[in-house]
């Protein structure tokens, strides 16, 4: 695939594709990015990743991404996906889903991690609901499957 297909691949993906560098600061923000989080590429590139992470996870944050910088591996890289709050340039808090890749350059030297992240605010929010439902039901008591029949003798 020639570099002007990889280009569309990451700008069309409805999916926000964000890459960090070392120093923490974005790198590239796609338009999924814009359209999930509300802030331009322009707004974005060169500011911390504060701009879209709640306050109370920022230190989890930035200890688990200067680790990865230093080992050149995440848990979030295969089968395992983040899931985390963040706000949005409006301030709302949305709920999204994420794997972590580490980009290198020609000679193997970290550049820094990429962030593929979807908004999965509708889907949390029905389970929250169902958790709600589940418990509401368990308090009233209501048997969730037939009883089992008496045991019978002789
Ligand atoms: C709203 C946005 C974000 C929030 C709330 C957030 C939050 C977190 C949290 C809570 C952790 C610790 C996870 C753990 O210990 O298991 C973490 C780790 C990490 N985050 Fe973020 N993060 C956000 C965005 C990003 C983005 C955009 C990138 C990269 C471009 C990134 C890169 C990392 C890395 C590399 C780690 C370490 C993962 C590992 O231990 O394997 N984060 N983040």
């Given at each position: 695939m020639d570099d002007s297909l990889y280009r569309q691949l990451v700008e069309g993906s409805p999916d926000a594709i964000i890459l960090g560098d070392a120093g923490g600061r974005i790198r590239l923000w796609n338009a999924g990015a814009e359209t999930i989080f509300g802030f331009t590429a322009a707004e974005a590139v060169?500011?911390?990743?504060?701009?879209?992470?709640?306050e109370r996870l920022r230190g989890r944050h930035w200890s688990g991404y200067d680790r990865v910088l230093a080992t050149?591996?995440?848990?979030?890289?295969?089968?395992e996906l983040l899931a985390v709050p963040a706000v949005t340039k409006d301030g709302r808090t949305i709920s999204i889903e994420f794997t972590i890749e580490i980009l290198r350059d020609a000679a193997g030297a970290i550049l820094g991690p990429v962030a593929i992240i979807r908004d999965v605010t509708k889907r949390f929010q029905r389970e929250k609901e169902l958790g709600r439902r589940l418990k509401e039901l368990e308090a009233r008591g209501q048997p969730h499957a037939p009883a089992a029949p008496e045991p019978t003798r002789g």
């Open positions: 060169g500011q911390s990743m504060d701009l879209i992470i709640p050149g591996v995440s848990r979030y890289g295969r089968g």
